[in-house]
């Protein structure tokens, strides 16, 4: 795990990869429990026999599901010290450019775009590139805004 220490060494950072997470089961047990508390329970998601004659060949994570482990992946990867607290101040873009087939595994890249001053601390811009074990594509890119206050 990568530690930074404040919002200036943090600055340091900007273009960098801080890092790339372990890779993570998606599993249909979890991706059941994503469909039971989001609600959305579309087939391609949660009828494992009738996703088998689509192209995926399979049943295939929610979108929101794999955009979900963000904040698994990030705390595994970067710890930020030297500031009071950060939020989750939303995402500028995201995109699902490949399925993610259920079964397979997911890792998260993050790299450090911009560190902008706002009052009391900053606003980071992260790329979080979430990749499937042997895929050619991403299965999902985000462009996430966060927010940190100094102590």
């Known amino acids: 795990m990568l530690t ?9 950072r ?15 047990e979890n991706i059941d429990k994503f469909a039971e508390v989001t609600g959305d329970h ?18 295939i994570a929610h979108g929101y599901y794999t955009l979900s482990l963000a904040p698994r992946f990030s705390y595994d990867l970067f710890q930020l010290e030297g500031v009071a607290f950060g939020l989750n ?6 995109r699902f450019p490949a399925p993610m087939p259920v079964g ?23 790329k979080l590139t979430f990749e499937s074990e042997g895929g050619e594509k ?11 206050f100094a102590g």
């Not at 930074?4 to 340091?12: A, P, R």
């Not at 450090?112 to 009052?119: E, G, K, T, Y």
Request: charge should be negative; proline fraction near 5%.
């Open 42 to 59: 579309q087939w391609i998601h949660v009828d494992p026999e009738r996703a088998k004659e689509t192209p995926f060949g399979g049943t």
């Open 104 to 126: 397979g595994r997911v890792r998260m890249r993050m790299e450090l775009q911009s560190v902008d001053d706002i009052p009391g601390g900053a606003q980071i811009t992260m």
């Open 89 to 94: 101040y939303g995402l500028n873009r995201v």
């Open 138 to 148: 991403p299965v999902c890119v985000a462009e996430s805004l966060s927010r940190v």
């Open 4 to 12: 930074v220490n404040g919002i200036d060494d943090l600055k340091t």
């Open 14 to 28: 900007i273009g960098q990869e801080l890092g790339v997470s372990d890779w993570h089961e998606v599993t249909q």
